[in-house]
Nanobody, 123 residues
């Protein structure tokens, strides 16, 4: 079993930055690709970013590429999402998840999810 706890969300003005953290417990973190997804009101959950176990490979949605950076510290069982140049359209609940499939951009291939953290970007 894996427990994932996100933190770091909040209210920020457009152009600002936030750093999300996801603390994991359990053995799965040490063997899993980790991902971040987000869900805005009335919209489907969408892929944001993912990082492989070693951190050698990262993946980003086109909408956040160049603004967001995913990283992980396996010694601390923590994955991070640094979000810069935030826009109002980045407003959503952000979730971290542990990947178990082949396609890192597909939410159904993640089998453990955190409770989410709210990010609100004001214009």
């Amino acid at each position: 079993q894996v427990q994932l706890i996100e933190s770091g969300g909040g209210l920020v003005q457009a152009g600002g930055s936030l750093r999300l953290s996801c603390a994991a417990s359990g053995r799965t973190f040490s063997s899993a690709t980790m991902g971040w997804f987000r869900q805005a009101p009335g919209k489907e959950r969408e892929f944001v970013a993912a990082i492989t176990l070693s951190g050698a490979s990262t993946y980003y949605a086109d909408s956040v590429k160049g603004r967001f950076t995913i990283s992980r510290d396996n010694a601390k069982n923590t994955v991070y999402l640094q979000m810069n140049s935030l826009r109002p359209e980045d407003t959503a609940v952000y979730y971290c998840a542990a990947h178990r499939g082949l396609r890192v951009r597909v939410s159904s291939e993640y089998d453990f999810w955190g409770q989410g953290t709210q990010v609100t970007v004001s214009s």
